[in-house]
Structure formats: C-alpha cells, structure tokens
C-alpha cells in the first residue's frame, strides 16, 4: 500500500468515522483533561492527523493559535463542516502531510499526534521533524496503538488481510518500549508515560515528551 492508498482509505471512511463512537469515552476524556492542563493560553499548537476535528475543537479554544491538519480531504471537509457549525478563531484546519508542512524551526510550544505515529511509513524522519517545529522545550504529546504489544494475531494475521482488501490502513508494527526509544532518539526527554484507558489495557500509552 502506498500513501496515495491511504489517503483513498481515509476519504472513503471520512463520513462514517465521523459519526462513529468513541470507543472509551472515558479514557478520552481523561486523556482532553490531560493534554489541556499542559497547554497555555498562548501556546501555538500543532495536531498531526486530527480526523474529522473533535480533539481539535475541544482544545483549540485554550491556546493562541492552533493548527490542525490531516492527510484525508474527506476528514478535513467534515472537521471544517464542524468547525463551521462552532467558530473557534485560533483554530484552522489543513490538508497536509508531515513533509509538506513548512519546515519553520521553532515554530510550535506544543505538537500533538493522536492515534497517529502508528500510521507514518517514516517513524524516526517524523520525530525529528516534530522536533524540529518545537520551540525549545516544546511538548510532543502523543497517544499511539502499539501494535506490537497486541494480540499477535491481529498484527500477523487480521491487520494484513484487511489492508489486502483495502478495509484498513498502513500501520507501523512497534512495541511501547521501542516509540519510547524513537522518541528519546529524536531529541527529546520522555516525562510521563501513561494508561488511559478505562476498559481493559488497550495497548495506547499517552507520551508528554520535552524538547531537549
């Protein structure tokens, strides 16, 4: 699967995610109450892969400025539909991959990657542009599927007969004690490491790295 079939995956799925629910509600909340206590009123934050906006709309009214952005025109036109229905003027949504956004150094007090790094062919070359963006000690704060501490059946067996079919998308297979080794890579310092989930243990750590 290339990124172009990605992008095809995520158009054709873009109204059903929209009115999908979230699987632990609980467990997002806990992760929003999180992330916002980090977040200052003049932060200008980034969110990588923000979907059809739900994350970016709860938060965005908390910063300076904050910039959204998604690979999926589909998930970007149902975000702007939201965003329309409820104006929020520091927030902008934006169709873009990691390698088109501007490569402005310190651009970001804080970059966001939900339910994301899993979905990137290039996990270390990401890091290190988030890195990059950061302004110093900037926040990465991510919550990633670690595909490698599931069920090996769903990485050996389920996850490629779906992509095959093309009923899911590229997923990086990694452990949670290998994305914290890529991230300390990269540059930054690892200062919480949690579980948010609230129905069983779903594998997704929640990462707030600092800039070094």
Request: hydrophobic content about 45%; overall charge positive; aromatic content about 8%.
């Amino acid at each position: 699967m290339s990124v172009a079939d990605d992008v095809r995956f995520w158009d054709r799925t873009s109204r059903q995610y929209a009115t999908s629910a979230i699987a632990d509600q609980a467990g997002y909340e806990r992760t929003l109450d999180q992330t916002r206590a980090l977040l200052k009123s003049d932060d200008r934050v980034l969110e990588l892969g923000c979907g059809t906006g739900t994350t970016a709309l709860r938060l965005a009214g908390d910063v300076q400025d904050y910039l959204a952005t998604d690979i999926s025109a589909g998930m970007i036109a149902v975000a702007n539909e939201k965003h329309a229905a409820s104006p929020i003027p520091a927030l902008t949504f934006r169709i873009a991959t990691v390698e088109a956004l501007a490569p402005v150094a310190g651009q970001f007090n804080a970059v966001l990657g939900f339910n994301y790094l899993h979905l990137v062919r290039d996990l270390p070359g990401t890091l290190c542009r988030i890195h990059a963006w950061l302004a110093a000690e900037g926040l990465f704060i991510s919550k990633t599927p670690c595909v490698g501490d599931m069920n090996p059946l769903i990485r050996l067996a389920l996850l490629p007969a779906m992509r095959a079919i093309g009923k899911a998308p590229y997923a990086g297979v990694f452990r949670a004690a290998e994305l914290s080794r890529h991230i300390c890579a990269a540059g930054f310092d690892i200062l919480a490491s949690e579980s948010h989930a609230t129905k069983g243990n779903d594998k997704r750590p929640y990462i707030v790295a600092r800039k070094r």
